[in-house]
Nanobody, 128 residues
């Protein structure tokens, strides 16, 4: 399985910044990642997309974060980042990372199997 681990959440005041990181690993197995993304879930609400990025660097953002958040990735390290500036109280949520790609078999012919993995989430709280 491909495991995804987020870090970087915390408590900040409105207007401040945070940078989230998300790293994927598979205990020595070979895998490739296509799309990576950040999602968030506020209390009592469904999980919504925040931003996604393809392996080629194409990005997509939800309207409410455009101009404030920037998603980026380091393909060599299987890591995706979310730089969040000008944070607002309504950005308060649990932020989760998603990675999708292919995990290659341990033995020949090392057939690729698709995967989609979620991290455990990291809390971001913005006070007014």
């Amino acid at each position: 399985q491909v495991q995804v681990v987020e870090s970087g959440g915390g408590l900040v005041q409105a207007g401040e910044s945070l940078r989230l990181s998300c790293a994927a690993s598979a205990s020595g197995r070979i895998f490739s990642i296509n799309d990576m993304g950040w999602y968030r879930q506020a209390p009592g609400k469904q999980r919504d997309l925040v931003a996604t990025i393809t392996v080629g660097g194409s990005t997509n953002y939800t309207d409410s974060v455009k101009g404030r958040f920037t998603i980026s990735r380091d393909n060599a390290k299987n890591t995706v980042f979310l730089q969040m500036n000008s944070l607002k109280p309504e950005d308060t949520a649990v932020y989760s990372c998603n990675a999708q790609g292919f995990l290659f078999g341990r033995t020949w012919p090392h057939a690729p199997a698709p995967f989609a993995s979620w991290g455990q989430g990291t809390q971001v709280t913005v006070s007014s």
